[in-house]
């Protein structure tokens, strides 16, 4: 799927997370495939709800209970890690894949110094002294851009402010410098200023450690400005992935194409904006055939029964009957 | 022009956040007071749009809940067609021209009372005004509500749990307008939504101004939805207005440097490959605000004058700046 | 070999001073160390103490002689001077114990071994309550600034309160309050020695069943009292057994006849129990039988008269009890006036007697049954006996136990049955002169028969005790007649002693170790 | 489910409300704290067992043998009866008698209806209090709120279990004799209630400050009403969630304050005990073998206790969605 | 810190003002302390004289400032019963009380923490929903029946333990120490267990959920992201936090320990403050009672400066260090 030939450094294979609730299974994330190649930067969009953080979830081996990995495969560097012992699987969170949370608030434990997460996290996978360690921690504060991260080593979170705190919460992601990082949403909580800050450094975190970066984030904006492909989620299907361009661009699924243009865009004078009507279907009712169909405008009969499957069209891959060679579709 | 709907002139509010007067006698430590919004003025013509755009903290919400009255402004006035609010001291007079006024909320999850079912919600506000005397007139009413702003009157049954947060700022908008009010105050009403939802609810916001003849005052920090709704725009820093002017204005020809680093901030969707300057430092505390022009720590612009002498709002071409350096132009042009 | 006596009490014992509190433990345990000049043998005959011998002068002088070559525990001579100052310090300011002596009395030091009592009315028994008088050594509680008992309200503490010098066979070692105290035995003592103890400790268990469990778990050796339904369960046990015995202390219920209104009543404007056809349909109701039974478990005595027959001259079935009649008290009600019953407070203590609790509550329920609606109030005696004594005498009926102080009848006739008026003519307990009443002041429910009032006049002054006696009976027959009170019963004693200890039990319940042998 | 089909079947009744009622059980029914409900067997145990016990001592004078209340009823000659299957048991007495004479069975029924009477009043007592002072201390905050808070920290600053004799102790000196009896009851309730009623007001003050501030608050203020309106009609239905786990466990807690009081004998009056008073007076024969006399009592209020602490730690962890 | 600490000894003295007024108010109504001082015989007017002596006909507040004015200087009077000083009483007593709700509390802390933290783990293993019920069991049942029924069973029937008081003590300095001798030790196990238990109980359950609660949030989701080892999620990170707000609840529970001794004391005859304070209920000894009192007070309220510190100084976002806020 990916342009490159290189081995993919992180695969999903069809994977399904499923929550077992009293009502039936809820399945969060149904039979999502992707790759990320070394140093690329995924981005991952869709509504709220649609099963974002459920993938980057079950990448590092932790959903929240109920929540279970019902079948597919994750694999790292052609390794399985699905299937992994809790402790092997600890063993690889921090050290091979990073995570970065939504809200850098409540991400720092507040009753320890930034330092002492830090240096706890470095000894947890590297064989370093206390010192050593130390080194390493201040090191990294100056590579996420703190100031005098010598003295503000030994504050504590609340000490810092929103925008540096994310910058603490990447610090930490990147202790062992790990070749994936999963970050969900890391600008959200932040101000348009602060977010480019972050975004400049997570590009060039990219560029100069050859991390690949899955970035979870609801913001088109953001995506189009740091992913290389992105992938469109919706109600835990992925309906589009491609190439960053061609998706925003070109949205080739209706879906892509209707929340490109409900997006304001500064300079384009338009008295509405494009519209989806509806709502994104409860994980609990999802329809039959595709699940966008109720709120689809070209959806033709085919839709209604049979569930799309991910298709190449052009340089992307698309999930939707409409580009069907057998032609059923609208 | 005729006389503006809403006009603020001076207002100000102030927040006393010091400690306890025992710490402050022994650990010395003086008084605290943030400056949430220190001497603002607009006005808002009637059946217009004005925006206030700004960081977090820099003061927006402190002054929708001014205008709606949530707070007491510490200074300044705010008129509702020539009416002194904060003057009025006539509680009946006031509590008809607040009605006239609404607000809407920006979490769809908290602004709607979870215990209530949407139908009293709805209603609360001809409740209260007593402006129906049957149980049937109210019921229609709150139906004919419900179905203006996209929803069915049999929703009115229902709990706000049992909607999406679309579904639930609609039930806001509803409730808003229950009491016919002709000036709305819009504190960042899509920033909790998803893009797909924020264009059904701007839209939806859009096709009632048409109709009504609504005047907004609406809060965002997202430049590019404040583009699509607003006629003026107010730009915010640390409690006060440091630009604001004609939309089309601003994003052509920006003036103040904090409002040229919004606009740059502002994703680049169209993939023109522009990129993103960040700027440089975070907001600082609204507690100890810096000296002079409170952007001078950011700004590539600043000089001593700066540092020293806080800049007022003036008139540069039909737009009003704060800034030395536009006043002394000496800064870049942009474009 | 160590011989341990070690018991547990029920109260605690506040102070050592001898002269600060008039309550049985505590001058029962004092008796072990201290001494008067008379003492009790186990069967509460009076055998010479310090003093050696006795006799009276004329009416007015007794002359007592004193025991020579008694040494007090720090080693001071006992003699003359010491039963002097005794006897001042007995009626000072603070004693509790100044009824021992009347304030008439003289004591008149005749030689170094030789006191002189000299009063100014013939007293027959002036002795009775000096088993309880304990003599103080002059030199020692002069040197400690002891001269009178605690002054109370003070702000000193009185030396006496922790400190003891008795002649008795038993020296106080240590005492804590509320804790522990401990003895041993005086290697000088006079008498001969009838125990073989080599050491007392006593400690105050207040709740019942930890008191039983440290007997029968063998933390203690000897403990009393123990609650009456337990004594089977102790008497099961392999390591203890209950030891029982009458004890002097007569149980009763009161009843107010000298107001006009009764204060907890449904009955308004007149007093039901002025009748005594009232007073005896209360007396008929109560099952005497069923109360010994099953409230005392056989650990009680009825009784028909206020004082225990043993105190008495009187013969045990000279003057039967009204029977258990509930039809009989029907009808005597209907007969004053009652038909239908009426309703009356009953007031009780809950920490002073023997099941004093559960005897009220099982009267009220036989009191229910012949149509006397009884509202019990029961509560501890901290709260009972201000709310029920003169002068408060708030009350209409009362639950109360008396054990005369002198242990013969003349006190019983002086303080229950006199007529309670402070001078002759005034109304009884007229409230303005309520707290000068002097005979008759337990006489709270103003009980009044003129002609008992002569006759107990006579007895308190009488010295040939054939006549006192004969007297005594005569009076107490017309108590019984006029149903002035409801005796219930002589409550048992109830000590449980481990196996290996033999214990010798008094009637007043004093726990005299001097007779103690263990095994 | 079933009581709703009844109601059906009886018919006659306004169609509209049963629909309505249907409508609003079937929402419980579907909703999430009764599945969490049929989810913990151990809860609905404790739901029974709480049934039980409650509806046996509401009915208690239609399902007792007599009125041990009544000293009428009493005859000293039957107490200490054993059970009835001991050899010396009698069927007048299922569980045994007292030392009075009472039939256990009955007075346990009694003495459960006056523990749950003291328990439930003091709570909503205390409930009412709480619930009141906290709501406008948290809505109003300033020096009402200081105020009301110092007065719970003085209040706080001193054991429940001594206010109670406190405020005890003071009722039955001020109170004239007779009426003691009747009002012994009510200082109870009023003694263990006071001493409850912090824990209610500091949850309820700290959920309105954060109910205050959220945005329908805001907007029912816009709208103009009144702010005891909102105070009653808007936040107290949104803090009562932690109020009613608070006022289970007070429950159970008061329930044994109540036996811890009268332990220490300042209990209601021994001729109408309660189950804690039963206790007190039981234990006296747990040595001399009449064990039925503590025991049972003993097992009805371990069995309400623990019962109803069971339902507030379900109520708990089902009122609390973060552990759903 | 100075400020919380000279706020809190300001607002300590309006508590204990306040008790000492309820305390006073209360006395003058439990009873007839003349009437348990002296014997029956006593005439009403040596009662009455007694009365006069004792201040009890002084205006009221005569009597309270003269108790407010005693109090302060640590002057509780003589004990109408013991006629001894009080303060001297007390300091006796108090050793008793302090050992017992210490070892109470040690033990209520020492199993209840613990076991909260295991309920909080491993929410769905019977062995935790067995802590749960049996825990709920025992405090399910008066403290008082619970004490007797230990007595009947290891007193007794097993005769294991002793069944009343502290055993042997030892003297170290002014202070009566029953943990250096067999006898003191083992006389403290019964009662502290009775004492302990019903804290036992509620830490426990505070610390499972508060400890449920922390485990859901972001920072221990992002610690199990880092990698961290499960004991230093659970106990570094966890339980930590757990503890901010479980030792403000477990510093009251120590205040109620000392409250609730009173019942353990009378049942165990242990001869400590509690058990003094029944006694002179019963003996309506007033100025023991009022000292009692105005000394749970005064516990309660240096536990609350304890834990008010304490407080600080686990939670950094308390201290007021201003450095670096805002960068
Ligand atoms: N603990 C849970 N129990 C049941 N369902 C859950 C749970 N956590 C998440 N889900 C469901 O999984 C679905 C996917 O959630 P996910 O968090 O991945 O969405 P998302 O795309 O990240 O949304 P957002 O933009 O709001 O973060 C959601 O619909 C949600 O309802
Ligand atoms: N009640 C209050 N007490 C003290 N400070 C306050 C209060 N309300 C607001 N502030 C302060 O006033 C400043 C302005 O707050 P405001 O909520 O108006 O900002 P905002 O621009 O709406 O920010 P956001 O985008 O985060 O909503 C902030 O620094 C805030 O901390
Ligand atoms: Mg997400
Ligand atoms: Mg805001």
Known sequence: ?330 | ?335 | QAKELKFAFQGTLTSWDPYRLNETFTLGTMGNVYEGLIHRKPNMVIEPGLAVSWEIMEPTRWRFHLRKGVKFHNGNDFNADDVVFSATRVRAEGSDLKTRISADTKAIKVDDYTVDFVSDNPNPIIFSEWGTWNIIDKEWATANNAVTPQNVGGTEENYLTRHANGTGPFIMVSHEAGVKTTFKPNPNYWGKKQHNLTSVTYTPIGQDATRVAALLSGQVNMAYPVPVQDQARVNAASNASVLIGPELRTIFIGMDQFRDELLHSSVKGKNPLKDKRVREAVFHAIDIKAIQKKVMRNLSEPSSLMIAPSLTPISKDHYPRRAFDPAKSKSLLAAAGYPNGFEIGLDCPNDRYVNDEAICTAASAMLAKVGIKVKLLAQPKAKFFPKVLAPNLDYSMYLLGWTPGSLEAGNVLRDLFYCPRASKGEALWAKESRNKVGKGKFNIGGYCNPALDALTDKILSETNMKMRDEMITKAMGITVDDAAYVPLHQQALAWGVAKGVHVKQRGDNVFDWRYVMID | MTAAARTVEGGGIDMNFISRTQDTLHRFLDGDVWYSFTQSRITIVAAIVTIILVGASVLAPFISIHDPFNPVNLNLMDSFTPPVWSEDGRWAFPLGSDDQGRDLYSTILYGSRLSLFIGFASVAFSMSLGVSLGLIAGYLGGSVDAFIMRVADIQISFPGILIALLIDGLARALLPGESHDEVMVYVLILAIGLSQWVNFARTVRGSTMVERNKEYVQAARVIGVSRLFIMVRHIMPNVMGPVLVIATISLAVAILSEAALSFLGVGVPPTQPSLGTLIRIGQDFLFSGEWWIVIFPGMTLAALVLAVNLLGDWLRDALNPKLR | MIALIIRRSYQSVVVMLVVALLAFTMFRYVGDPVSMMVGQDTSLEQREAMRVSLGLKDPVPVQFARFVMNTAQGEFGISYQLGRPVAEILSERVPATLELSLVAALFAMLVGIPMGVYTALHPQKWLSKAFLTISLVGISLPTFLIGILLILFFGVLLNWLPTFGRGEVVMLGGWSTGFLSGSGVKSLLMPAFTLGMFQLTLIMRLVRSEMMEVLLTDYIKFARARGLSNKAVNFGHALKNTLVPVITITGLQIGNIVAFATITESVFQWPGVGLMFIQAIGLVDIPIMSAYLVLVALFFVIINLIVDILYHVVDPRLRVDGSGAHG
């Open chain 2, 1 to 335: 022009m005729t006389e503006p709907l809403v006009k603020a002139k001076g207002i100000a509010r102030y927040f006393d956040v010091s400690p306890p007067l025992l710490n402050r006698l022994i650990e010395g430590s003086k008084r605290q007071v943030v400056k949430a919004v220190d001497g603002v003025d607009f006005e808002i013509e009637r059946g217009q749009t004005l925006s206030l755009v700004g960081e977090s903290g820099c003061g927006k919400s402190t002054i929708a809940r001014l205008v709606v009255g949530l707070y007491e402004p510490t200074g300044g006035s705010i008129e509702f067609e020539g009416v002194d609010l904060t003057a009025l001291d006539n509680r009946k007079e006031e509590a008809k021209l607040r009605g006239r006024m609404q607000m809407i909320f920006q979490d769809p999850y908290a602004s709607l009372n979870p215990r209530w079912r949407v139908q009293d919600i709805v209603a609360e506000p001809i409740r209260h005004k007593k402006m129906f005397d049957t149980r049937a007139e109210v019921t229609s009413r709150v139906g004919e509500l419900l179905s203006q702003v996209g929803l069915s009157p049999a929703d009115g049954e229902k709990y706000p749990h049992e909607f999406s947060g679309g579904q639930r700022q609609r039930i806001s908008i509803a409730r808003a307008l229950a009491s016919n009010p002709e000036f709305l105050v819009c504190d960042e009403p899509t920033s909790a939504l998803d893009v797909s939802v924020q264009a059904q609810i701007l839209n939806l916001m859009k096709d009632l101004q048409r109709k009504f003849g609504l005047t907004y005052l609406f809060i965002s920090h997202d430049l590019a939805v404040v583009d699509h709704v607003s006629d003026r725009i107010g730009v915010m820093y640390l409690g006060r207005i440091c630009e604001l002017a004609d939309t089309r204005e601003l994003f052509s020809n920006p003036r103040h440097p904090y409002s040229r680093f919004l606009l740059d901030a502002i994703p680049d969707l169209d993939m023109t490959g522009k990129q993103r300057i960040p700027v440089a430092g975070e907001v600082p505390s609204p507690i100890n605000p810096p000296s002079g022009c409170t952007f001078h720590p950011r700004c590539p612009f600043a000089n001593d004058r700066c540092k020293s002498e806080q800049p007022e709002l003036r008139d540069v071409d039909g737009t009003q700046v704060a800034c030395h350096g536009v006043e002394e132009n000496r800064l870049e042009p942009t474009g």
């Open chain 1, 1 to 330: 799927m990916s342009t490159s030939k290189q081995q993919p450094l992180l695969e999903v294979r069809n994977l399904r997370v499923e929550f077992p609730t009293r009502r039936g299974s809820l399945i969060a994330v149904d039979g999502v495939s992707m790759e990320i190649a070394p140093g690329e930067v995924l981005g991952v969009v869709g509504e709220s709800g649609a099963g974002k953080s459920m993938t980057g979830n079950a990448v590092i081996g932790l959903l929240p209970s109920p929540g279970r990995v019902e079948s597919g495969e994750i694999l790292l560097e052609g390794e399985r890690i699905d299937n992994l012992p809790y402790e092997q699987m600890r063993k690889i969170r921090g050290k091979r894949i990073g995570a970065i949370f939504q809200d850098p608030l409540t991400s720092l434990n507040p009753l320890y110094t930034v330092g002492e997460q830090l240096v706890e996290t470095i000894q947890t996978h590297l064989d370093l002294s206390e010192k050593g360690a130390k080194d390493r921690a201040v090191d990294l504060l100056e590579e996420v851009g703190i100031p005098s991260a010598r003295e503000r080593i030994d504050h504590y979170p609340h000490q810092f402010s929103g925008g540096m705190r994310q910058r603490v919460v990447i610090a930490l992601a990147l202790c062992a410098e790990p070749r994936l990082i999963i970050a969900d949403e890391p600008t959200t909580a932040l101000d348009v200023s602060i977010q480019a800050q972050i975004i400049t450094l997570i590009k060039k975190l990219c560029r100069e450690h050859g991390t690949a970066v899955m970035l979870v984030t609801h913001d088109m904006g953001v995506i189009a400005e740091t992913a290389d492909r992105v992938a469109v989620m919706y109600a835990g299907r992925i309906a589009e992935i491609g190439p960053v361009a061609e998706v925003v661009k070109n949205a080739n699924h209706p879906y892509t194409h209707g929340l490109m243009g409900s997006i304001p865009k500064v300079g384009h004078e338009v008295e509405r904006l494009t519209q989806i009507d509806g709502s994104m279907p409860r994980l609990t009712e999802i329809p039959t055939g595709c699940a966008f169909n109720p709120r689809c405008t070209e959806k033709g009969p085919r839709c209604m029964v049979e569930r799309p499957i991910l298709e190449p069209v052009e340089n992307s891959f698309v999930a939707c009957w409409k580009f069907d060679p057998e032609g059923t579709g609208a």
